[in-house]
């Protein structure tokens, strides 16, 4: 590979997007422009893929890079700028992986495509992204559960706060021009903020060794002391320093001394009071008055490190679930409130019916991020409490309950998922079909068939029909595949619009299913004269055939 080549194909590909944005706007899926736009856009993306694996953008405010090359910058604050667009949005990072099938590539130019000012959606671009449910496509974002509705104010206000601007000759005479204005004589030379910043880092550092030498004296004391007061004076010492080292941020401090507590209190030479006092000291780091203090520290303006934090939550215990629990719902920032859900997803099979009581929170965040979590523990008793919540008033919340509900649930949450497939809300009842997908049930199935049979499936949006489809095409038996082969082949007198939708979804799904022996059924219909019918006929055709390639 010549030097250079891989980042001209990116430049191409970056190119390619922002003509996919403007042209998937401005034409419909039937016009050849919008057609041979996404046949460009494949094209550029297997050119790329013709020197490497993966394709990764790193997104920033106003630039995109590609490895340390920036190949994109635009700083105005709208929508039609790329970067601003995704990142307002809390993505940092996108990956485009070898072999991405087009129709993957579709949804995402279709996502990227979407007028958010003028269109009414409730999502925003990560949630959309995660419907999809991407196989070839990764995504980095700073947060996709967390976010308020002051989300895109906050991030662009976090990200303006980050952005660093180069120091060159005439910002320093401005600086000085201005200096003698305002103070007449001597040229005084005033720290700058990057001096402040390392003066700051300079004494944080000094107080953290100072920590750890305290804490260290600490347990020479411990080792020396011989009676139980003596001991008990000395875990008092310890939950003294404990809490003053969360309040300096040092929680590393804190985490090697319960990792240290804990040796000592396994070994068999130490007796129950001993073992008894070094419990307390780990209560004592696990107790509301600590962990709000973490919190605050969590919540502060300059993001911290959350991995300190993390590696502490290893000393938690259901105790703690309570006062995190309550930091859920007082927290303003997305990193503190995103560093909170991990420590309950990892505390959640230690006290998981103390979590579920967060699902009667009156704040609509709080209980689509205690949904979050009880997805996150894979743990399926927690779909008796899911299933209370499923009428909540909040859409948001009933989303993300609908999610959870296809990924937990069994057969007993089927009544609950057919009633959304009839809700008014058209991204509510796709998320209701893809939760019915991840049952992978014949009595799922048999739910998405009868509503894909209804009379009033025939009026659907044409995209809201495909996803139906592509669903049903998840459990590939002989009767399903029989079923289409039947739709694929319905003629009707007049042969309307919305039969050769159907039919085109029949040969979408045949398509998705692979099944060689469905082929001279799409060859007998390759002479239609509806356009729609026709390319899904050609593309269902080529995927089958390229599949069967694939395995010989």
């Not at 009414?120 to 509705?149: C, N, Q």
């Not at 239609?528 to 026709?534: E, G, H, K």
Request: with cysteine.
């Amino acid at each position: 590979m010549e030097t250079g080549e891989d980042i001209k194909a990116a430049k191409s590909v970056l190119q390619m997007l922002l003509k996919a944005r403007k042209n998937l706007r401005l034409y419909p899926s039937n016009n050849p422009i919008y057609a041979k736009t996404i046949e460009d856009s494949f094209e550029s993306f297997n050119r790329f893929f013709q020197f490497e694996d993966r394709l990764i953008f790193r997104i920033r405010l106003y630039d995109m890079y590609y490895q340390d090359e920036l190949i994109y910058h635009n700083t105005e604050q709208k929508n039609d700028n790329l970067s601003f667009f995704l990142y307002k949005d809390g993505l940092r990072e996108l990956t485009f992986q070898k072999k991405m099938p087009v129709e993957e590539m579709t949804s995402f130019l279709k996502i990227i495509s979407l007028d958010f000012d003028q269109e009414v959606l409730d999502d925003d671009v990560v949630t959309l992204f995660w419907e999809k449910d991407f196989s070839y496509i990764r995504y980095v974002v700073e947060d996709d559960v967390l976010s308020d509705d002051d989300y895109e104010s906050q991030a662009v206000t976090a990200a303006k706060a980050e952005r660093t601007e180069p120091v060159g000759f005439r910002a320093a005479y401005d600086a000085a021009v201005a200096v003698e204005t305002k103070i007449p004589g001597p040229a005084i030379i005033s720290l700058t903020d990057n001096d402040m910043q390392k003066l700051y880092r300079e004494l944080e550092e000094d107080a953290k060794d100072k920590i750890d030498k305290f804490m260290t004296i600490i347990f020479e004391i411990f080792y020396k002391a011989k009676t139980g007061k003596e001991v008990e004076d000395v875990a008092g010492y310890f939950n003294i320093a404990i809490e003053y080292a969360v309040k300096k941020g040092n929680i590393e401090a804190v985490t090697y001394v319960l990792e240290r507590l804990s040796r000592i209190a396994q070994s068999d030479r130490i007796n129950e009071t001993v073992k008894q006092q070094i419990k307390s000291v780990v209560q004592f780091a696990g107790s509301q008055r600590i962990l709000d203090i973490v919190g605050r520290y969590l919540d502060a303006g300059q993001k911290p490190d959350p991995k300190p934090f993390q590696e502490l939550m290893r000393f938690f215990d259901k105790d703690s679930i309570p006062p995190l629990m309550d930091l859920l719902g007082t927290l303003s920032t997305i990193h503190a409130r995103k560093a909170i859900i991990d420590a309950l997803v990892f505390l959640c099979p230690k006290g998981l019916m103390t979590i579920t009581k967060g699902l009667s929170s009156p704040q609509w965040y709080v209980v689509r991020n205690v949904i979050y979590i009880l997805r996150e523990s894979r743990d399926s008793r927690a779909v008796e409490s899911l299933l209370k919540i499923v009428g909540h008033p909040d859409a948001r919340v009933r989303k993300e309950v609908i999610r959870t509900l296809g990924e937990l649930g069994d057969s007993n949450v089927l009544p609950a998922l057919r009633l959304f497939l009839d809700d008014p809300d058209m991204q509510t009842r796709l998320i209701a079909v893809r939760a019915l997908g991840r049952l992978s049930s014949e009595l799922a199935k048999t739910a998405v068939l009868e509503k894909i049979s209804d009379k009033t499936f025939n009026d659907k949006d044409f995209s809201e029909k495909k996803e139906f489809f592509r669903v049903l095409a998840l459990w590939k038996d002989k009767d399903l595949i029989d079923h289409l082969t039947k739709l694929l082949m319905k003629t009707t007198l007049f042969g309307s619009a919305k039969v050769y939708e159907n039919r085109a979804c029949a040969a979408y799904g045949l398509g998705l299913i692979g099944d060689r022996s469905t082929l001279p059924y799409l060859f007998k219909c390759r002479g239609t004269r509806n356009q729609l019918f026709r390319e899904f006929l050609e593309t269902a055709i080529q995927r089958i055939e390229n599949e069967s390639r694939v395995q010989s």
